[in-house]
């Protein structure tokens, strides 16, 4: 089975640089070109697409599905922010500088939010109850956001929880693809975003904030 796994394309949660988790919101024009982007770069017939219940996760994998049937998982949607949605990035290192949901989201703490055991359970309920039941030869789409994409990688390759402090950002419709078969699971490509830089469509600044771990997160052992 090879999975291809995808942030979102870019939504108007994602301009203005606020920490945004439950609030929906729509691709911006920006969002639906990288889509149709990742759409030629990728050039799959998914077998299966399943999708977060998020507006801005629904229309990427509707881009991307062809005649796929999309199907919305809950377990894929965002890790809920609680008391950071909202807020920029500023405002976070000021009113809650304890908080790190990069480099330490392994044990971040957020009041009126999810921890980082949340999200893993949800991703580990979505392994067990819909991912073990496809196929051994098919390829699956999965459009999720950045913080849970983070921890259903960790969770599919078996990584200790701390391991995903170095698993860094994914730009929108970055994806990687993991490969499941019966001898072992293999991550063979991680944050794929050169259809991005060859048409300009990155996230701006994306070289200086998307790197969270000078270490190889792939080479960490479970």
């Known amino acids: 089975m090879q999975l291809y796994i995808m942030r979102h394309a870019e939504s108007l949660s994602n301009v203005g640089g606020r920490m945004i988790s439950t609030t929906d919101m729509e691709l911006t024009p920006k969002g639906v070109a990288q889509a149709e982007r990742a759409k030629q770069h990728i050039n799959k017939d998914f077998d299966f697409v399943f999708t977060s219940p998020l507006l801005r996760a629904r229309q990427t994998a509707e881009v991307l599905a062809n005649h796929a049937e999309i199907v919305v998982c809950n377990e894929l949607a965002e890790m809920n ?3 950071l949605e909202g807020l920029t990035w500023e405002e976070v290192s000021q009113k809650y500088p304890q908080i790190d949901t990069g480099s330490a989201l392994s044990t971040a703490l957020i009041p009126q939010g999810e921890s980082f ?3 893993q359970n949800r991703c580990r309920s ?3 109850n819909t ?3 496809l196929s051994a ?3 699956v789409l999965i459009v999720t956001h950045g913080i849970t994409k983070r921890v259903l990688i960790n969770s599919l390759l078996d990584k200790l929880p701390e ?3 170095h698993l860094s950002w994914c730009d929108n419709t970055s994806y990687s693809i993991i490969e499941i078969s019966s001898e072992n699971t293999r991550l063979l490509h991680l944050n794929e975003r050169q259809h991005l830089v060859e048409h300009g469509l990155g996230a701006e600044n994306f ?3 998307g790197q969270l771990s000078d270490e190889d997160y792939a ?3 479970g």
């Open 117 to 119: 055991a949340c999200v």
């Open 81 to 83: 922010l609680g008391v």
């Open 131 to 133: 991912l073990s039941g």
């Open 219 to 221: 080479g960490l052992g």
């Open 126 to 128: 979505f392994i067990v």
């Open 163 to 165: 391991h995903v402090d």
């Open 137 to 139: 030869d098919a390829c």
């Open 207 to 209: 070289h200086i904030w």
